[in-house]
């Protein structure tokens, strides 16, 4: 049962350019979801987040967009630079007294370049 | 402020052994998640301590287990290894109520030969 799905395994972008990530999920009753970037034998480290009640968080060079009704977000990244090369989750939050889980998409592995 | 600390980086193994990982969280952080990441399968959701309690499991089976000490550190073990079992182990701590979700450690390479 895959609650959360990035149907995209690699995205390629030149630098300068937007970088647009796409996550789907099916579960409605997740709270929050965020935007993990992970870089070869290092753990995912925070991006960004969104509340499952707003449409839109920004921060910097990265803005999600949270579209309840498709059960879709997506990350951009604007401008790419050679640095955001990494593999990049989504993934869902639901906050609940039984404790706290983060379910995972597959990951996007983006290549910015020069 | 120190971060996730995981203990060893890297493990090579025999089919039949059993393997112990350690992870030390963020100061003050009381709850801890171990997370298996493959290739194949992403990141999947192995378990959570809370208070020394596990308090979610995911779908592995029984040869996972984990524990939580007092002082919040967690160890995982894995007995009667199997190749299969070869994979990043993560862990991950958090402050109760965050909406950021976790603070993942650099993670445990475990090979199974």
């Known amino acids: 049962d895959q609650q959360v799905k990035q149907n995209s395994p690699s995205l390629s972008v030149q630098e300068g350019r937007i970088s647009i990530l796409n996550c789907d999920y099916t579960?409605?009753?997740?709270?929050?979801f965020l935007w993990y970037k992970k870089y070869p034998a290092e753990g995912p480290t925070f991006l960004i987040s969104i509340s499952s009640i707003k449409d839109k968080n920004e921060d910097g060079r990265f803005t999600v967009f949270l579209n309840k009704s498709a059960k879709h977000l997506s990350l951009h990244i604007v401008p790419s630079q050679p640095g955001d090369s990494a593999v990049y989750f989504c993934?869902?939050?639901?906050?609940?007294?039984?404790?706290?889980?983060?379910?995972f998409g597959g990951g996007t592995r983006v290549l910015v370049k020069p | 402020k120190a971060g996730v600390t995981q203990t060893p980086r890297y493990l090579i193994k025999t089919r039949g052994q059993q393997v112990t990982l350690s992870c030390s969280p963020i100061?003050?952080?009381?709850?801890v998640s171990w997370y298996q990441q493959t290739p194949g399968q992403g990141l999947q959701f192995l378990f959570e301590y809370f208070s020394e309690t596990q308090r979610n499991k995911g779908n592995f089976p029984g040869r996972f287990s984990g524990r939580q000490f007092s002082n919040s550190r967690s160890e995982m073990n894995v007995s009667t290894l199997e190749l299969g079992d070869s994979a990043l182990y993560l862990c991950?701590?958090?402050?109760?109520?965050?909406?950021?979700?976790?603070?993942f450690g650099s993670g445990t390479r475990l090979t199974v030969v």
């Open positions: 579960n409605s009753m997740f709270d929050y």
């Open positions: 991950a701590s958090s402050l109760e109520g965050h909406n950021y979700g976790y603070t």
């Open positions: 993934a869902a939050w639901k906050v609940r007294a039984a404790g706290n889980k983060l379910t």
């Open positions: 100061s003050g952080h009381r709850s």
